[in-house]
């Protein structure tokens, strides 16, 4: 059982910055990547950033440039740095983490955090 817990949402004027954070906790031997996914209303959810064990990461082209995607392996915690805000990314932001092992693909989800863009 793992448990995603995140924080960091809210509501910020257009420009400005907000930095979420996504921990896991329960039963974890590792996780391999991590990642944050959006979804506006009227829209599927669409993958935002991710990033590997590694260190490797991807964006969505909507937002290089404007956001960083990190991570803490130490704490299996993985953060979303968001500048430079633009209304269009409203949406409701859900981290997400691969658990798959050799016998399981799993993947565990938290319950989304909203951010609002707005003057």
């Known amino acids: 059982q793992v448990q995603l817990v995140e924080s960091g949402g809210g509501l910020v004027q257009p420009g400005g910055s907000l930095r979420l954070s996504c921990a896991a906790s329960?039963?974890?031997?590792?996780?391999?990547?991590m990642g944050w996914y959006r979804q506006a209303p009227g829209k599927q959810r669409e993958l935002v950033a991710a990033?590997?064990?590694?260190?490797?990461?991807n964006y969505a082209d909507s937002v290089k440039g404007r956001f960083t995607i990190s991570r803490d392996n130490a704490k299996n915690t993985v953060y979303l740095q968001m500048n430079s805000l633009k209304p269009e990314d409203t949406a409701v932001y859900y981290c997400?983490?691969?658990?798959?092992?050799?016998?399981?693909?799993?993947?565990?989800w938290g319950q989304g955090t909203l951010v609002t863009v707005s003057s």
């Open positions: 990033i590997t064990s590694g260190g490797s990461t």
């Open positions: 997400n983490a691969d658990l798959s092992d050799y016998a399981n693909a799993l993947d565990a």
């Open positions: 329960g039963s974890i031997f590792s996780i391999n990547a």
